[in-house]
């Protein structure tokens, strides 16, 4: 079989979830947004529920329609992207908690559902979703009096401590909120890391469940395993893969492994990345492809039915380094080709 085999962690990403949650007093939720960042939303959030999740936060409404599925009722799911127009069925069939961005999105919301639970996301300075302090400051004795679950904002900078943004996104929130009755949150991976000031009374990890920077103690989540297809020699002078981007210069061994950027390796990584054969590290040679990768294993002795990509040996955040990118990215491009294997359920 020529296809590779992502295999994902779910005692892990419990795990994680567990060691973020022992560093908050207060909720600790958990982000499963764009399909729990690659990683399949919907068996994720039955493990973490399991673990004892009772908040999921996603980016869409039809995001959270997949996880209501997943989870039936009972838990809590908040809607990032606050209530759209068209969203009012979905919001209600699945029972969705908007994260209200603005006043129009407050009146369509009241207008539409009625009764219906909401929370409200404010912007302390990143300028990307929620109400500024003078939306707010107009709206907020009526937002209030309809009972809001949830007061929320986000971090530009967290992944960075000694950023000055934190401090000011903290006291901004801070005189945004303080003296209200319902619960704050401002702290998704990187807020948790900062500290007990920045926790309120929920945190919402969302990439250090999944093995990802900056929780550097998180357990690796996602391991992927791609077939060797064929083994060549290749003789001085000769070049592998497209554009001749990659020319021998001593007689090399190279396998063709079955990936490429249509399953979420992406192009950029090629002339950086590396695999592994067994415990031998192999360079990536030549353009990354739709399909295929050509990899120099000239150093492996016994040659094995796979390499690893992604794993043990090198983590989302070491491959994101060679692609010039996060992890988020990473693991958020995982095609839809692995055959997917869940483990520690």
């Not at 559902?113 to 909401?118: A, D, K």
């Not at 530009?156 to 801070?174: I, K, V, Y």
């Not at 395993?225 to 003789?235: A, D, F, G």
């Amino acid at each position: 079989m020529a296809q590779a085999v992502l295999t994902i962690d779910l005692g892990a990403i419990c795990a994680n979830w567990r060691a973020l949650a022992g560093m908050n007093a207060g909720e600790t939720a958990a982000v499963v947004k764009a399909n729990a960042y690659g990683l399949g939303a919907a068996q994720v959030a039955k493990a973490l529920a399991k673990a004892g999740a009772r908040t999921f936060f996603v980016a869409l409404a039809e995001e959270g329609v997949i996880v209501r599925d997943a989870l039936g009722a009972g838990p809590r799911i908040c809607v990032y992207g606050g209530h759209m127009d068209g969203d009012a069925p979905l919001l209600r069939d699945s029972n969705l908690v908007p994260m209200i961005n603005s006043i129009d999105q407050m009146l369509r919301h009241v207008e539409a559902l009625p009764g219906h639970p909401f929370g409200i996301q404010l912007d302390s300075g990143m300028n990307r979703l929620g109400m500024e302090p003078a939306e707010w400051s107009a709206l907020r004795d009526i937002a209030l009096s309809q009972n809001p679950v949830l007061i929320m904002s986000h971090l530009a900078c967290a992944d960075e401590p000694n950023h000055g943004m934190n401090a000011f996104q903290l006291q901004t929130f801070r005189q945004m909120t303080d003296g209200i009755d319902a619960p704050r949150s401002l702290a998704a991976t990187g807020g948790t890391l900062l500290g007990s000031d920045y926790h309120f009374d929920m945190t919402r990890p969302g990439i250090g469940l999944y093995g990802g920077l900056p929780f550097v103690d998180a357990l690796p989540v996602a391991s992927l395993s791609i077939p060797i297809i064929q083994v060549r020699e290749v003789n001085p002078g000769e070049s592998v893969g497209y554009g001749n981007t990659w020319v021998a210069r001593v007689p090399s061994t190279i396998a063709t492994i079955s990936a490429g950027y249509a399953d979420g390796v992406i192009r950029a990584m090629g002339p950086k990345a590396y695999v592994w054969a067994g415990e031998t590290r192999c360079k990536i040679v030549g353009r990354v492809s739709m399909d295929l990768i050509g990899v120099d294993v000239g150093a492996v002795k016994d040659m094995p039915d796979t390499v690893e990509l992604l794993g043990r040996h090198q983590l989302v955040d070491t491959l994101a380094d060679a692609a010039g990118t996060i992890g988020y990215e990473i693991l958020t491009s995982l095609g839809s080709r692995y055959a997917r294997r869940y483990i520690g359920a």
